[in-house]
């Protein structure tokens, strides 16, 4: 299954927050596109994600943008 | 064999918080840590925000520390708890608005109830006797332990030796002989641990980390609960606060107004909520007006924004204001106010 969560306008820590409470319903092969406008998500959600073991498979900018894209392992 | 035993460490981000885990750590002792989020803490974002800080690292640092001592890091939003904290601290406010002790107490007892939800053992804390005015001295960190309802299972690894033994040292799931006396407010004892343990890099420790301990920041906190006529504030409140000049003509409203090119941008986004202006004429920030406003009003708050921009000394500065959460606006044309006329009393 594919989530999509919209964390633009939300600052450091709330984007790795919400992730945070979304990844307990992932199951094993789940992926999550997360839309953020924070430029502390190119660090926190890799740090968040090396911590507690997901995967990050892409991160994309763009001027307004950063789009993550995470596997549940 | 003996079960590990598991403890879950108040993660702060700064040196102290890092050592007591590590601490644990060595004792062969499984750490998880926490990290409350009461919207008040000066970390990353606000690097994030301001442009000229674009080359600080944006980490946040209780993150960082949680990769470094290989923990995992649970970071928790508290914002809707904390606010009976911040608006009735049952004692009371330090210096400004920064209520300390009862932060502290809240902080472990949510500690205390993640213990209990995840059967962990016992509760850890980078406390330092004498360290702190309010919540780190001798006679309070009793305080602390007993509110909190976390009582002998919570441990000060730093400062353990000046403090009675708790469960866990008595119980043998740690060594006392293996703590530390730390106490006061100089900071050798922790870098000498430091390097002792091989950690080079560590955030700005112990102290600065929270909003509520700045005076220009509190005065703004207390400016906004005065305008309100009650002690509220929602978390886009508290973001606002930390952004902008704060300029309040009238006691019915204010005007935010952007400083430089990444706060301009931060405040885009509040849009939706405020009535927002827009120089066309010149070059300058973007300004919100919080607060019920006449169209004298307007005139007023456009007239203090025009200050700030590059027209502040022509005779007049043409604004685009757009009422809230609306993309139509309309044009509006005014005299900029000179330096001697804004008020120093509006300045909040």
């Known amino acids: 299954m594919k989530y999509t969560l919209d964390l633009t306008y939300l600052l450091c820590p709330m984007p790795v927050i919400r992730f945070g409470q979304l990844a307990p319903q992932m199951k094993s092969g789940d992926t999550a596109h997360l839309i953020c406008s924070d430029p502390g998500v190119e660090y926190d959600v890799p740090a968040w994600c090396r911590v507690h073991g997901y995967t990050i498979k892409s991160i994309h900018k763009s001027d307004e943008q950063i789009l993550i894209d995470i596997e549940k392992p | 064999m003996n079960p590990i035993r598991k403890a879950v460490a108040l993660i702060s981000g700064g040196l102290d918080s890092m050592l007591a885990a590590r601490m644990m750590l060595e004792q062969g002792i499984h750490v998880e840590g926490l990290n409350f989020f009461t919207g008040f803490c000066v970390e990353g974002h606000t690097h994030a925000i301001r442009k000229h800080q674009q080359t600080k690292p944006k980490r946040n640092n209780a993150l960082w520390v949680a990769e470094t001592l290989g923990i995992k890091l649970h970071i928790i939003d508290v914002v809707e708890e904390y606010k009976d904290v911040v608006i009735n601290p049952k004692h009371g406010y330090g210096q400004h608005l920064n209520p ?29 006797i004498g360290q702190r005015p309010m919540s780190q001295r001798k006679r309070t ?104 000049r704060h300029i309040r003509p009238k006691s019915h409203f204010k005007v935010i107004i952007g400083r430089e090119e990444g706060e301009n941008r931060y405040l885009e986004g509040y849009r939706r909520r405020f009535i927002s202006l827009e120089p066309t004429s010149h070059d300058g920030p973007i300004a919100l007006i919080d607060g019920n406003t006449t169209p004298e009003d307007i005139q007023e708050a456009a007239r203090i924004a025009a200050r700030y921009s590059q027209g502040r000394l022509d005779k007049k500065v043409i604004f685009s204001v757009r009422p809230a959460a609306s993309k139509e606006g309309f044009e509006l044309s005014v005299k900029p106010f000179l330096a001697e006329e804004i008020q120093a009393e509006w300045m909040v």
């Open chain 2, 100 to 128: 300390c002790l009862d932060c502290k107490i809240f902080m472990v007892k949510k500690a205390h109830e993640w213990r209990q939800e995840h059967d962990f053992d016992f509760i850890i804390t980078g406390e330092v």
């Open chain 2, 141 to 244: 960190m009793p305080i602390v332990a007993n509110q909190s309802g976390a009582k002998e299972r919570l441990l000060r690894p730093l400062s353990a030796l000046n403090l009675p033994e708790t469960l866990p040292e008595q119980e043998g799931w740690v060594d006392r002989n293996k703590l530390l006396a730390i106490t006061g407010r100089s900071r050798k004892e922790q870098f000498s641990l430091a390097e002792q343990l091989g950690i080079t890099e560590y955030s700005q420790p112990a102290g600065g980390c929270c909003f509520l301990t700045n005076e220009h920041y509190s005065r703004k906190l207390a400016d906004l609960w005065q305008a309100q006529g009650k002690r509220e504030y929602d978390l886009d409140d508290v973001m606002l606060l930390k952004i902008g």
